[in-house]
């Protein structure tokens, strides 16, 4: 188990920053991948962005990709979310995930993007953008 705190949100203005922080506990976080979905109210929670457990390789959904950076400090046992230039389609609450990594890199994300395959959760942290 590699219980998960995220910190980090909160409101911020359109063209704003927020940076969320994933806090990890356990002495295997390293062997995880780890990430970030989100929920809008009246949503399905959908995948935002995924790093594998060295931090080498990224993949994010197509509405974030130049915005957002996903990046993680393995020392620290956190996985970071910096967001840029923060739409109100952004606001949502924010949920960091975490699994296993395996299976070569481009197969994992295929299975990490699917919420129903995630069983490690963060307790979620709001982002409000206003316009």
């Known amino acids: 188990q590699v219980p998960l705190v995220e910190s980090g949100g909160g409101l911020v203005q359109a063209g704003g920053s927020l940076k969320l922080s994933c806090a990890a506990s356990g002495s295997t976080f390293n062997r995880y991948a780890g990430g970030w979905f989100r929920q809008a109210p009246g949503k399905e929670r959908e995948f935002v962005a995924v790093?594998?457990?060295?931090?080498?390789?990224?993949y994010y959904r197509d509405s974030v990709k130049g915005r957002f950076t996903i990046s993680r400090d393995n020392a620290k046992k956190t996985v970071y979310l910096e967001m840029n230039s923060l739409t109100p389609e952004d606001t949502a609450v924010y949920y960091c995930?975490?699994?296993?990594?395996?299976?070569?890199?481009?197969?994992?994300?295929?299975?990490?993007?699917?919420?129903?395959?995630?069983?490690?959760w963060g307790q979620g942290t709001q982002v409000t953008v206003s316009s």
């Open positions: 995930a975490a699994y296993m990594y395996g299976n070569g890199w481009s197969k994992f994300v295929r299975v990490f993007m699917d919420p129903r395959t995630i069983r490690l």
């Open positions: 790093v594998d457990s060295s931090g080498d390789s990224t």
